[in-house]
């Protein structure tokens, strides 16, 4: 399996434009999961799907930012309009069965608002 | 709220040595840990898993334990090698296997030849 597929690897937008995320999960997974990692916080849980539904969006810092996963193979995660404070590296996770089994992740969109 | 934490921040030894990653979580009421690997500009790797009913996992050179009622794992790594170099993360699970992992912000190791 190709692994958990995420796009664009790197991003440099400036401010106010919409940025865009995108992940292809494991073939098979049914949770998805959504991470922002930065150095001051760490890794944060922003959404987590289980069957293409949104269970916890707890983490979505505020209506800037949307998620959706309108099929089993595909989700989003939107940023419109996008601030220097968005600057992270966002990770997609899948897993099947949710965040209790092995969870793998995807390589990491890098980005940077400027 | 579950918190994780991890201590050290970062850690240098010298390649060959035996070593110990320390992990701490608030909440006892924990479905199972994780423990991750993360290369410099990469997505994170599982290692172990261990159940919330299991006292440790093996793989290789790694050994992890858990002691639930403690609130520690720990990840022991022997006979360092400086491809063992990277930042390693714990997670825990909430109590209802459904929901997503909380993590500790990782100890970076650093191995020395």
């Known amino acids: 399996d190709a692994g958990v597929i995420q796009s664009p690897r790197h991003e440099v937008t400036e401010m106010g434009q919409e940025v865009t995320l995108r992940c292809k999960p494991i073939?098979?997974?049914?949770?998805l999961f959504w991470y922002r990692q930065t150095m001051m916080r760490g890794l944060e849980l922003l959404i987590y799907?289980?069957?293409?539904?949104?269970?916890?969006d707890s983490g979505m810092p505020e209506d800037r930012f949307s998620a959706k996963m309108p099929n089993a193979s595909f989700s989003t995660l939107k940023i419109q309009p996008s601030e220097p404070r968005d600057s992270a590296v966002y990770f997609c996770?899948?897993?099947f069965g949710g965040g209790g089994n092995t969870i793998y992740f995807g390589e990491g969109s890098w980005l940077t608002v400027v | 709220k579950q918190e994780v934490t991890q201590i050290p921040a970062a850690l240098s030894v010298p390649e060959g040595e035996n070593l110990v990653l320390n992990c701490s979580f608030t909440?006892?009421?924990?479905?199972?840990l994780q423990w991750f690997r993360q290369d410099p500009g990469k997505g994170l790797t599982s290692l172990l898993l261990?159940?919330?009913?299991?006292r440790e996992q093996t793989s290789g050179r790694l050994n992890a334990s858990l002691d639930k009622s403690s609130g520690r794992s720990t990840l022991y790594i022997a006979a360092s090698q400086p491809g063992d170099s990277a930042t390693y993360l714990c997670?825990?699970?909430?109590?209802?296997?459904?929901?997503?992992?909380?993590f500790g912000k990782g100890t970076t190791l650093s191995v020395s030849s």
């Open positions: 996770a899948s897993s």
């Open positions: 073939s098979g997974h049914n949770s």
């Open positions: 997670a825990v699970s909430p109590n209802q296997a459904g929901t997503a992992l909380i």
């Open positions: 261990i159940q919330s009913s299991q």
């Open positions: 799907f289980n069957n293409n539904v949104p269970i916890d």
């Open positions: 909440d006892s009421a924990i479905y199972n």
